[in-house]
């Protein structure tokens, strides 16, 4: 793992310190509230429903179990228990009282962490695949790309005051598991065989109210021009980019207004000026390599024996959360944090600083968030795949649902979120209660993503079946949408028909997996059957009953 | 309709409704305020929010249920009664989403 030098830990120490002054300034009042907002947003704390939230950045959704630890004694000394994993890969807190975020904030420096420009029209957290490092398909660690990109973008003064936010993914494997495709630049590492190593670039994907799939603006970058490349973008689109509609001023809307040739077109002559003119940004090999071997895990031979276990739910379990390694005789491990008709991506400290612990029993002391709000420990030795499904039996993570219909991504919805206009949480709940083991065996993979508001934080857009919740005449109701995808088959999904009600969606569901599974052919993905046979189908049956 | 004054104490961020002269967490403790009384009702809770003491101090509708205000809009009762799926952390028992 990336470990701070001094001037890393000097940065956050100072900011914590600027920000302990100027919540003692609000405090007196020698700051307005609406001085202190922008402040108070630059260090991740929003005004939420029910009080303050905080939300703390998890660099590419990587933590080491001393970080993991801390993060539950913050969540008992300063909230109520429990932290909520989101789909940018970090954790919220939503109860921490004004007063006291300063000294969380310095309790976060203390493991490296901090909350700064997650919010803001900033460069937010750099994601990735959580198996970065782990890997069987990938070309390299793509988390060496986003701890380069994660130095250039952090409080850079050309880029703090964007249009409007902006977030960067990364994958280095051919299957996407980072979701590039809809992200405002998306990169994808790749080792060209003859040109080397380089990179993919993609631009203006997004979700929220329009949602586009990023435009390929670069087949290859080399590796040495990275930098340069994404200052390119980031000042064609912050000299382009609309500041005068907040709706229409991301990146999306600019590539797609300008078209994808135009924008392309800016981008390298802007970068071609870049390389002439000014010092360049790039890192040197040397740099690349410092910043490589943070990664570069030796890990300790292990036994190919796997061992048996007749425990109830580990063949299952095995089958569907474990995740192959870029060694045979290591695993990947992905920690549910849905529970069947539980809140998806709440984990309680106790939980919290359980996986700490079998992350240094089994994985390497590292633990990784997926954007699919789960946790992943990245190099467990198969042998203690049997002992470790065990040990999360105890804490209530063994939940063997990874990638099935009650692994559902749902942001808080109106139960916590000022922006919702429905409620997302128990529309998961009522759904993933409805599926057990033996039924989402028979279903196979299948993404079901939920929003509470258009901003589209539950990534409805590219759910096998997506659902968005909007409010109807005072009442929550419930946009179902099918057949979108957020890997390297990337598909927005479409909209089915009227929305319906929240007690009407779990029969819906049932509809659209039985018309799914009427039509599919071998091995095929919803997105897949959808594209082949055309939403009627679905239409009929899904307003067929609700109508009935 | 009647309506009750909110606002979002400032050092904790928690919801509070104004109940003559002073803020409580409950909002069926609240007092309801008629045409007549919002102005002088606003009047004091801009002074507390002057005073750092609140902020977003704002109006809400509210129905009389068995004399007790409760929000009409399910937001303000959602953002009165605390996450409907954490049971642990209502606040008004008494009270629906």
């Known amino acids: 793992m990336y470990q701070y030098d001094a001037i890393d830990q000097e940065i956050v120490d100072a900011r914590v310190e600027e920000y302990r002054d100027q919540v003692a300034r609000r405090l007196s009042g020698a700051l307005t509230e609406e001085e202190f907002r922008p402040l108070r947003l630059m260090n991740g704390l929003y005004l939420q429903l029910h009080g303050y939230m905080l939300r703390v950045a998890i660099p590419y959704g990587t933590l080491s179990s001393r970080q993991l630890r801390a993060l539950a004694e913050i969540s008992r000394r300063y909230d109520k228990g429990y932290g909520h994993f989101t789909t940018r890969q970090n954790i919220q807190f939503n109860w921490p009282k004004l007063v006291e975020t300063p000294d969380l904030l310095a309790d976060l420096a203390k493991v490296e962490m901090h909350a700064i420009q997650t919010s803001g029209n900033c460069i937010r957290n750099v994601t990735t695949d959580p198996f970065a490092g782990a890997a069987a398909d990938e070309v390299e660690d793509p988390r060496i790309t986003c701890e380069i990109i994660r130095q250039w973008s952090t409080l850079h003064p050309e880029f703090a005051f964007l249009p409007r936010k902006f977030k960067i993914a990364v994958t280095a494997s051919p299957h996407d598991r980072a979701a590039i495709a809809v992200h405002d630049i998306g990169v994808r590492v790749v080792d060209d065989p003859e040109e080397g190593p380089g990179f993919e670039i993609w631009a203006g994907g997004g979700q929220g109210r329009a949602a586009y799939l990023a435009a390929l603006v670069r087949r290859f970058l080399p590796r040495a021009r990275l930098l340069s490349y994404l200052e390119a973008i980031m000042r064609v689109y912050n000299r382009y980019g609309r500041r005068d509609n907040k709706y229409k001023a991301r990146i999306k809307i600019l590539v797609n207004s300008m078209g994808a040739e135009a924008f392309t077109e800016e981008v390298e002559r802007e970068w071609q000026q870049i390389l002439a003119e000014e010092a360049p940004v790039d890192v040197p090999q040397g740099e690349w390599d410092r910043v490589g071997a943070f990664f570069d895990l030796e890990l300790p031979p292990a036994q190919e024996a796997e061992a048996d276990d007749t425990h109830p739910g580990f063949a299952r379990w095995r089958d569907v959360n474990v995740v192959p390694h870029r060694r045979a005789v290591y695993a990947n491990v992905v920690i549910s944090l849905k529970p069947r008709g539980g809140i998806p991506g709440d984990a309680s400290a106790s939980q919290m600083e359980g996986v700490a612990e079998l992350a240094d029993r089994f994985g390497q002391s590292e633990i990784r968030v997926t954007h699919q709000q789960n946790l992943v420990l990245p190099h467990v030795r198969r042998r203690d795949l049997s002992a470790l499904h065990r040990a999360l039996v105890e804490l209530d993570l063994a939940t063997a649902n990874l990638d099935q219909a009650s692994d559902i991504i749902a942001c808080p919805g109106m139960d916590y979120c000022t922006l919702a206009n429905a409620r997302s949480i128990p529309i998961a709940q009522s759904i993933s209660a409805r599926f057990d083991e033996s039924r989402e065996a028979e279903i196979g993979k299948l993404n079901i993503k939920i929003s509470g508001c258009i901003n589209a934080c539950g990534h409805h857009h590219v759910g096998h079946i997506g659902i968005l919740g909007i409010d109807k005449r005072g009442e929550e109701s419930y946009q179902l949408a099918i057949g979108g995808s957020h890997d390297e088959n990337a598909a927005l999904a479409k909209v089915l028909g009227r929305a319906i009600s929240a007690e009407e969606v779990p029969a819906a569901i049932d509809a659209i997996i039985e018309v799914w599974m009427g039509h599919r052919l071998e091995g095929e993905t919803l997105p897949r059957t959808v594209q082949r046979v055309g939403l009627v189908p679905f239409k009929e049956k899904v307003y067929g009953f609700v109508h009935a | ?97």
């Open chain 2, 1 to 97: 309709m009647s309506k009750v004054m909110t606002a979002q104490r400032l050092h904790d961020g928690i919801v509070v409704f104004w109940r003559d002269g002073e803020w409580t967490e409950s909002v069926l403790d609240a007092t309801p305020l008629d045409e007549a009384a919002v102005e002088m009702a606003m009047a004091e809770g801009r002074a507390d929010q002057a005073e750092n003491l609140v902020i977003d101090v704002g109006l809400i509708d509210v129905q009389l249920q068995a004399d007790k205000p409760v929000p009409t809009r399910r937001r303000e009762r959602l953002r009165a009664l605390g996450p409907s799926v954490r049971a642990d952390l209502v606040r008004a028992q008494d009270m629906e989403i």
